[in-house]
């Protein structure tokens, strides 16, 4: 079945990076894009921005850009979300997402089961 | 601070219909689809509706949406326990370098 899987839950310090990855299964990677999807503790949802897998293409948010950088790897079918710098607002699960179509302005039909990250001291 | 407004809270008993409104203005709402998700403590968003009033299969027709102007709504019908969750509305808009944004969230609860 068409699924998203990514990986497991991170402990980062302030200034640090990571990364989290999110492996597709059960379509074809390069016919949609994939969205990034975070939310803080108690908060709500936040979009971080997309990368077109065929292309390598992205679009990120404002408040992503300059520490937020959106790959993919097409052999392996997995789309990866670096966050540098990190500060403990960035405090968070992230999720993957991507349309029910090949548009990238179109809802979000299939999630990933979201990554938290901590970032203590 | 998110630009689409919904009311923080929504209840009703088993059996009514419950309906939550979602505010925006003419960047997002008004230019483009409403999305709507329902999210259960500790998992990730489940798309309810998309294209304003499209179900995904799966999706239970007691869950119906609709867009006006640059306003929408989501009802739930024949109100279930299982419904008792969080839902937000989201849109794309175009202020700003395109990028999409979601509603405040309303909890809503089963009495």
């Known amino acids: 079945q068409v699924q998203l899987v990514q990986s497991g839950a991170e402990v980062k310090k302030p200034g640090a990076s990571v990364t989290v990855s999110c492996k597709a299964s059960?379509?074809?990677?390069?016919?949609?894009?994939i969205h990034w999807v975070r939310q803080a503790p108690g908060q709500g949802l936040e979009w971080m921005g997309w990368?077109?897998?065929?292309?390598?293409?992205?679009k990120y948010a404002q408040k992503s850009q300059g520490r937020v950088t959106l790959t993919r790897d097409t052999s392996v079918s997995t789309a990866y979300m670096e966050v540098s710098g990190l500060r403990s607002d960035d405090t968070a699960v992230y999720y993957c997402?991507?349309?029910?179509?090949?548009?990238?302005?179109?809802?979000?039909?299939?999630w990933g089961q979201g990554t938290t990250v901590t970032v203590s001291s | 601070q998110s630009v689409l407004t919904q009311p923080p809270s929504a209840s009703g008993t088993p059996g009514q219909r419950v309906t939550i409104s979602c505010s925006g203005s003419?960047?997002?709402?008004?230019?483009?689809?409403v999305s709507w998700y329902q999210q259960l403590p500790g998992t990730a968003p489940k798309l309810l509706i998309y294209?304003?009033?499209q179900r995904p299969s799966g999706v239970p027709d007691r869950f119906s949406g609709s867009k006006s102007g640059t306003s929408a709504s989501l009802a739930i019908s024949g109100l279930r326990s299982e419904d008792e969750a969080e839902y937000y509305c989201?849109?794309?808009?175009?202020?700003?370098?395109?990028?999409?944004?979601f509603g405040t969230g309303t909890q809503v609860t089963v009495l």
């Open positions: 997402a991507r349309p029910p179509s090949g548009n990238w302005d179109d809802a979000f039909e299939i």
């Open positions: 059960g379509y074809t990677f390069i016919g949609y894009y």
């Open positions: 294209r304003n009033h």
């Open positions: 003419r960047s997002n709402i008004g230019n483009y689809y």
């Open positions: 990368i077109n897998p065929k292309s390598g293409g992205t």
């Open positions: 989201a849109a794309w808009d175009d202020s700003l370098n395109d990028h999409y944004v």
